[in-house]
């Protein structure tokens, strides 16, 4: 079972966020024959770990969406979510480190990956759990104030503009 994350927690996590725009998705297996997503990133905004206007390689462990959701005892729409990116896609990622191997993720199996739709006047982002749980506490789960940071208590779409402001300001100088 995936456990939900606060937002906190993902920035601490998160090796590098950035908005990103997908230019390449390829499935292939590693020199390790591992099933393997490649996602070649342009970064439209960077925030921490990784500079505007360059490029992100991710290397995404890829197998089938039954097996793995079956693994985490998630639906296979959910074990969809760290791989539905597509070309053209926008999204705000937050990223773990890479592993040893050079496998990536976004923080909290697909929690850390807010992708960018366009409502009628507005873009705006929404994580696999549409942004319920942003408001966890990093160190004993309970809702905690973020007093100077837009982020809906209940769950729901959140404005671009306004999501990236609120993931700088919990990132620090």
Do not use: C
């Amino acid at each position: 079972m995936v456990m939900p994350m606060g937002l906190q927690s993902m920035v601490r996590q998160a090796d590098r966020i950035f908005l990103g725009k997908v230019l390449v998705v390829e499935q292939d297996l590693d020199e390790q024959n591992i099933p393997t997503t490649y996602l070649r990133l342009q970064v439209l905004q960077g925030i921490k770990g990784v500079a505007s206007g360059s490029q992100v390689l991710l290397k995404q462990y890829a197998p089938p969406p039954r097996q793995l959701g079956g693994i985490l005892g998630m639906s296979k729409s959910q074990a969809e979510v760290p791989m539905r990116l597509q070309v053209g896609d926008e999204a705000v990622l937050m990223i773990y480190p890479d592993s040893r191997y050079g496998f990536t993720s976004p923080v909290g199996f697909g929690q850390g990956a807010f992708i960018v739709s366009q409502e009628t006047d507005r873009q705006v982002v929404s994580n696999i759990w549409q942004n319920h749980f942003l408001h966890l506490s990093d160190k004993n789960r309970n809702a905690t104030t973020l007093p100077s940071l837009s982020l809906p208590a209940e769950g729901g779409p959140i404005e671009l503009n306004s999501f990236l402001t609120t993931v700088r300001k919990v990132v620090g100088p």
